[in-house]
């Protein structure tokens, strides 16, 4: 059933809020190694958990694209498209899916990181994708922070 709501942010949401509320209703026993195949599983509670936590301190949307919004002159070279913005906010969620994917302590593996990133752009939600093309939109209008250009 998740899979199959691939696109609809909401709905897996609410998929992910029902199954961990199951599996909080049982004391656990003992910690169970998850199989390899629910592994992947595993950062979406904790996006699901970090996205509560955010909504009841009030920090939504905007405060996510103000908090990742480039500092440097040199990044407004060339004008921010949804992907590159997306690698800004989203950062720690693209990071998380790099290291559940390769070795990264491993320098031979450094080349796997275009594929792997590429991969977890294909696999964001529409609203991300939304949430990101927005922030490349107002960081391309707005430029570069007024303290960042010389006086």
Known sequence: ???????????RNEI?????????EHEPLH???????LRVVRPLFIMLDKSESKEDAGEGENAREEKARPTKAGDYKKAFTAFTAAQQVFKEEMDSYDRERRDTKDPKTIGQRT??????WESL???RNAEAGKAA???NKL????????S
């Open 115 to 120: 594929r792997i990133v590429q991969q977890w």
């Open 137 to 139: 939109e107002k960081w």
């Open 125 to 127: 939600s529409d609203d």
């Open 16 to 24: 992910l809020a029902e199954v961990k509320g199951k599996i909080l």
């Open 1 to 11: 059933m998740y899979k199959e709501a691939r696109g609809n942010l909401e709905f």
């Open 143 to 150: 430029g570069a922070p007024k303290e960042t250009h010389d």
């Open 31 to 37: 910690f169970v190694e998850l199989p390899q195949n």
